[in-house]
């Protein structure tokens, strides 16, 4: 009597049929309904009790064993366990969600002083993180990602990969991969590398920690371009590395004021092909004096050729990997920007004296990257499509660039300036008038717009003010209707002030 007074109790949920038995009977033993020793009754009865199938009464029964919440008994039947209520997981959760308010709190643990400094750049990037944020910085032409020949290979290897599935690969990356990579960084960037150099990581975040755990030590100093990436400057600064800003010109970092000030420096961290943010390049003089300086004082130079492809107008520039004789350059590169953002393979070229170095911090980093986006990348590039979409990512760039900056011209023209460029995937855009900055700021966020202040990638506050507009990831409609949108927005919020 007692099992039929609580079987028809038990209301299914939402869901498939057998997770729905699981839950019910699942809450029943939990709840104490079904108390530790009691006779589940036979899947027939359970099935006419619950207007189901006997396969499904059956199915969530299974599952139930299988987490040992019930056990069968040979020519008995199926009990809930003695020990269900008292030990399972469920039983704790549930306590704790019973704890008065009165109780006393956990206290904030205690974390380090580099994590601490880091917080309010940290608020900042969360702040950021709304999908589909239009202008967004650091997003490539995610609408053109050729999904369908993508799932072809993806459904095609998978199908042959069942062996390479099970195991765990290389810690340099899939040999293939790195092979296919070997022979088109040579080809497209001048390049000097080969297979065995190349290490496949998780992005370029990855590569800058893999660089700092082998190279430098706390309170090491380092040097990053001012403006320069924040990503760079926030893995220094989590790992105790001093860091020093240095300025540059129209022909990229200023070398000699970083020999003359900073000598004690370890390691440069550059982005000579396209300078982040500002998306200058820095010139063969410069290059060669940064790689004379490498040497001399037996520094590294941490490369990264983050926008390499996005070059329109003209052949892409050699890499300043491809004129180092001297074995200082760590070249790196991503994937991410020709993908997606969620895409996390990228590469480095190793000098062969840190090939082991890196191994040995890549091996207790994460032992090995995920082998079917390698095997995927590598047939995607050996096959050619990966070239076939690097030209038509430069065809549709070049026309949303021009687009983003006729468009700033038309509506913005007494109080932004877009300097022409001939690479990148964001623009900068100067304001003749810096005390704008808050009207075009405020702005941006009623309308979900996504453009940087140039401030946040500076050490200090200038008095010249400017914002930074991704403009890849967007057809010319959208980006020709939003700039006209906070234009209006923009002038609105300038007059009532």
């Given at each position: 009597m007692r099992q039929k007074a609580i079987f028809p109790e038990l209301q299914l949920q939402e869901g498939r049929l057998n997770e729905q038995v699981y839950h019910a009977i699942h809450q029943a033993i939990l709840s104490g309904k079904l108390p530790a020793g009691t006779k589940i009754p036979s899947s027939r009865h359970l099935s006419e009790m619950m207007h189901v199938s006997r396969n499904t009464i059956l199915q969530g029964i299974e599952q139930l064993i299988d987490e040992g919440y019930l056990e069968t008994r040979r020519g008995s039947g199926t009990y809930v366990v003695p020990y269900a209520i008292q030990a399972l997981p469920d039983q704790?959760?549930?306590?704790?969600?019973?704890?008065?308010?009165?109780?006393?709190?956990?206290?904030?643990?205690?974390?380090?002083?580099?994590?601490?400094?880091?917080?309010?750049?940290?608020?900042?990037?969360?702040?950021?993180?709304?999908?589909?944020?239009?202008?967004?910085?650091?997003?490539?032409?995610t609408d053109l990602f050729p999904q369908t020949t993508w799932s072809r290979l993806l459904g095609r290897i998978s199908r042959h990969s069942h062996k390479e599935i099970t195991c765990y690969n290389d810690v340099m990356g899939y040999l293939p991969l790195r092979e296919a990579l070997a022979n088109y960084l040579t080809a497209t960037r001048g390049v000097q590398t080969t297979a065995d150099h190349i290490m496949i990581v998780n992005g370029t975040q990855q590569a800058i920690n893999l660089a700092i755990q082998v190279l430098l030590n706390p309170y090491d100093e380092v040097i990053l371009d001012d403006p320069g990436y924040d990503g760079a400057l926030g893995a220094f600064l989590s790992r105790h590395i001093k860091v020093n800003r240095v300025k540059?010109?129209?022909?990229?970092?200023?070398?000699?004021?970083?020999?003359?000030?900073?000598?004690?420096?370890?390691?440069?961290?550059?982005?000579?092909?396209?300078?982040?943010?500002?998306?200058?390049?820095?010139?063969?003089?410069?290059?060669?004096?940064?790689?004379?300086?490498?040497?001399?004082?037996?520094?590294?130079?941490?490369?990264?050729?983050?926008?390499?492809?996005?070059?329109?107008?003209?052949?892409?520039?050699?890499?300043?990997?491809?004129?180092?004789?001297?074995?200082?350059?760590?070249?790196?590169?991503?994937?991410?920007?020709?993908?997606?953002?969620?895409?996390?393979?990228?590469?480095?070229?190793?000098?062969?004296?840190?090939?082991?170095?890196?191994?040995?911090?890549?091996?207790?980093?994460?032992?090995?990257?995920?082998?079917?986006?390698?095997?995927?990348?590598?047939?995607?590039?050996k096959e050619g499509e990966y070239a076939k979409h690097v030209r038509r990512i430069r065809r549709a760039c070049l026309e949303r660039k021009n687009t983003l900056r006729s468009s700033v011209q038309e509506h913005f023209a007494d109080d932004l300036?877009?300097?022409?460029?001939?690479?990148?995937?964001?623009?900068?855009?100067?304001?003749?008038?810096?005390?704008?900055?808050?009207?075009?700021?405020?702005a941006c966020q009623t309308l979900n717009l996504g453009p940087q202040s140039l401030?946040?990638?500076?050490?200090?506050?200038?008095?010249?003010?400017?914002?930074?507009?991704?403009?890849?990831?967007?057809?010319?409609?959208?980006?020709?209707?939003?700039i006209q949108n906070l234009a209006k927005l923009f002038y609105a919020l300038k007059k009532s002030h």
């Amino acid at each position: 009597m007692r099992q039929k007074a609580i079987f028809p109790e038990l209301q299914l949920q939402e869901g498939r049929l057998n997770e729905q038995v699981y839950h019910a009977i699942h809450q029943a033993i939990l709840s104490g309904k079904l108390p530790a020793g009691t006779k589940i009754p036979s899947s027939r009865h359970l099935s006419e009790m619950m207007h189901v199938s006997r396969n499904t009464i059956l199915q969530g029964i299974e599952q139930l064993i299988d987490e040992g919440y019930l056990e069968t008994r040979r020519g008995s039947g199926t009990y809930v366990v003695p020990y269900a209520i008292q030990a399972l997981p469920d039983q704790l959760i549930t306590n704790a969600q019973n704890i008065p308010p009165s109780a006393k709190p956990v206290e904030a643990p205690q974390i380090s002083d580099a994590i601490s400094q880091l917080q309010s750049g940290w608020k900042s990037y969360q702040n950021r993180q709304k999908p589909f944020m239009v202008f967004k910085v650091g997003v490539g032409c995610t609408d053109l990602f050729p999904q369908t020949t993508w799932s072809r290979l993806l459904g095609r290897i998978s199908r042959h990969s069942h062996k390479e599935i099970t195991c765990y690969n290389d810690v340099m990356g899939y040999l293939p991969l790195r092979e296919a990579l070997a022979n088109y960084l040579t080809a497209t960037r001048g390049v000097q590398t080969t297979a065995d150099h190349i290490m496949i990581v998780n992005g370029t975040q990855q590569a800058i920690n893999l660089a700092i755990q082998v190279l430098l030590n706390p309170y090491d100093e380092v040097i990053l371009d001012d403006p320069g990436y924040d990503g760079a400057l926030g893995a220094f600064l989590s790992r105790h590395i001093k860091v020093n800003r240095v300025k540059g010109d129209e022909e990229g970092t200023d070398i000699p004021f970083a020999e003359k000030h900073y000598p004690k420096s370890k390691l440069i961290y550059s982005t000579p092909s396209h300078q982040f943010p500002l998306g200058t390049t820095m010139s063969l003089s410069r290059r060669l004096q940064l790689l004379e300086w490498a040497n001399a004082g037996n520094r590294w130079i941490f490369e990264d050729d983050y926008n390499g492809e996005f070059r329109y107008r003209s052949r892409s520039i050699q890499a300043l990997q491809g004129l180092d004789h001297m074995n200082r350059v760590i070249y790196s590169g991503t994937f991410s920007k020709m993908f997606y953002p969620g895409f996390r393979l990228g590469f480095l070229a190793l000098p062969t004296a840190l090939i082991e170095p890196f191994k040995i911090a890549k091996y207790y980093a994460d032992a090995c990257n995920s082998f079917l986006e390698q095997a995927v990348l590598a047939a995607f590039i050996k096959e050619g499509e990966y070239a076939k979409h690097v030209r038509r990512i430069r065809r549709a760039c070049l026309e949303r660039k021009n687009t983003l900056r006729s468009s700033v011209q038309e509506h913005f023209a007494d109080d932004l300036i877009i300097p022409p460029t001939d690479s990148g995937i964001h623009s900068v855009a100067w304001l003749k008038n810096s005390e704008d900055l808050p009207y075009l700021l405020e702005a941006c966020q009623t309308l979900n717009l996504g453009p940087q202040s140039l401030d946040r990638h500076r050490s200090k506050p200038l008095s010249q003010k400017a914002l930074l507009f991704g403009f890849a990831a967007h057809s010319p409609e959208i980006i020709t209707d939003n700039i006209q949108n906070l234009a209006k927005l923009f002038y609105a919020l300038k007059k009532s002030h």
